[in-house]
């Protein structure tokens, strides 16, 4: 019997599960705590991708490297390393993106605060005319 070896993105099965556990350990116990909250579950084709990219987020958001093997990787590196150019695409598509909205929640808060500033001088102004 011939056993059939599915790779995802260059990557077998355990070698997935290896990389999430390998990256799971290498975030601190608070970010750890909100992977579980958010579905991490390194079990079943599905659970294992859908954790990476769980893992791929938090790990953005807190660090924009990794420690695997005790080498320090960005996760694009780490796409080139694996010779996985369209996961480099992706992996900058996602962080434009998310720099993209990060910039857009800014403008939005920066607008509210102008207008807040606006309408308080424009109360002191009426309360204390000017001759």
């Known amino acids: 019997m011939v056993k059939l070896m599915i790779k995802v993105e260059g990557l077998n099965y355990r070698q997935w599960q290896k990389r999430n556990t390998n990256c799971f350990k290498s975030l601190p116990k608070l970010k750890q705590r909100e992977a579980r909250e958010r579905g991490y ?18 790990t953005l958001s807190s660090s924009p490297s990794l420690e695997p093997d005790n080498k320090v990787f960005s996760l694009f590196e780490h796409k080139v ?3 996985d150019l369209l996961g480099a695409i992706n992996l900058s598509i996602l962080e434009a993106e998310q720099a993209k909205k990060t910039a857009q929640q800014s403008l939005e808060t920066l607008n509210k605060n102008q207008e807040k500033f606006e309408k308080l001088a ?4 009426e309360k204390y005319s000017i001759l």
């Open 81 to 83: 390393n694996q010779e």
């Open 41 to 58: 579950h390194n079990v079943g084709w599905n659970k294992v991708k859908e954790s990476w990219h769980i893992l791929v987020e938090l």
């Open 122 to 125: 424009d109360q002191a102004l």
